[in-house]
């Protein structure tokens, strides 16, 4: 099986996907519409923590969150 990628205008997307699925050789695969829709779930996990530090250290930045000492959180460990 052969593999072509092609770039199509967006006005003319709708018309060439109809004309393609409408062709019963063709096999279309559509990539996922996001990144995060590729992730496994453990990789979801991952970066939802991730984009939660982001959003805390923003609100830090910004005064509505107190930040502790790093002192503080190394005693811990």
Same mark, same amino acid.
């Given at each position: 099986? /052969?593999?072509?990628?092609?770039?199509?205008?967006?006005? /003319?997307?709708?018309?060439?996907?109809?004309?393609?699925?409408?062709?019963?050789?063709?096999?279309?695969?559509?990539?996922?519409?996001?990144?995060?829709?590729?992730?496994?779930? @453990?990789?979801?996990?991952?970066?939802?923590?991730? /984009?939660? @530090?982001?959003?805390?250290?923003?609100?830090?930045?910004? @005064? /509505?969150?107190?930040?502790?000492?790093?002192?503080?959180?190394?005693?811990?460990?």
């Amino acid at each position: 099986m /052969k593999q072509v990628i092609i770039n199509i205008p967006e006005k /003319k997307f709708p018309f060439f996907m109809k004309l393609m699925k409408s062709l019963d050789f063709v096999k279309v695969v559509e990539p996922p519409k996001t990144l995060e829709e590729q992730l496994t779930p @453990g990789q979801k996990e991952t970066w939802q923590n991730i /984009k939660q @530090g982001f959003i805390e250290l923003k609100m830090m930045e910004e @005064g /509505k969150l107190k930040a502790r000492p790093i002192q503080e959180l190394l005693d811990e460990l």
